[in-house]
């Protein structure tokens, strides 16, 4: 079959795959040093203790970090990023992931809030940067940068460009969620090292989407976010369409949960 020679076309289920977590799926990459980032329904909480499949929550998440990744590419914050590959996967770059979730919070809300007693809601004095050790077994457990440096996790140098980039992060994403009328309260990022011949540079990987934002309508403050989902509010998948549709980036028409066919006018 000369179709087969001709393409690159593996079919999904003969592909290595290389990792699954709780929301996504990884699998090999039609290059060396690509990889394909598959985005599933689950939705999960409070380290998966609460998970639930909730219909085309995969196909928004995967929408949405295109949209933003791509805009960060843009604007020069570098990223694995590469280009969407279909409704629910993703061509990116393989890099090393460093084990670190890195929050960046403009607003209380969340742990932050409970822990510290700051009512949510409450404008932050300046944008914080927070690290939680990227660990399962221990609940993503908080740390300082001397835990980060002393454990080889990241060297100073790294800690610094992931601090950079994190905050560069911040200002484009709350510019880019206010002119849609979404206040960005928080979000996390994963960093990973790429590496390019004997160069390396740290990018932002992982996704960034509402499930790992806290997204409030500005003039409401409903939550456009996972935390509908944590709090069993409802109207989750609803909340990611609508961050979507404000970000141009759906039809009004389109039905990312493939509930049927939709009358074009
Ligand atoms: N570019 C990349 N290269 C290698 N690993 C990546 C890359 N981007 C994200 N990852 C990792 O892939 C996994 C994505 O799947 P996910 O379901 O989010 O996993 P988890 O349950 O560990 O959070 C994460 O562990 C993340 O750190
Ligand atoms: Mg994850």
Known sequence: MDFLKQTRYVPMNRRRRIYEGKGKILYEGPEPGTLIQHFKDDATAFNA????IVDGKGVLNNRISEYIFNQLNGMGIPTHFIRRMNMREQLI?????IPLEV???NVAAGSLAT?????EGVQL???IIEFYYKNDALNDPMVAEEHITAFGWATPQELDDIMALAIRVNDFLSGLFLGVGIRLVDFKIECGRLFEGDMMR???????????????D????DKMDKDRFRRDMGGMLEAYQEVARRLGILNDNERPNGSGPTLVQ
């Open 49 to 52: 203790k609460k998970h639930e």
């Open 93 to 97: 770059r393989e890099v090393e992931i």
């Open 103 to 105: 929050v960046v919070r």
């Open 115 to 119: 822990r510290l007693g700051i009512e």
């Open 125 to 127: 004095p300046r944008s």
């Open 202 to 216: 740290i990018v932002v990987a992982d996704e960034i989407s509402p499930d790992s934002c806290r997204l409030w």
């Open 218 to 221: 500005i003039a409401t403050n």
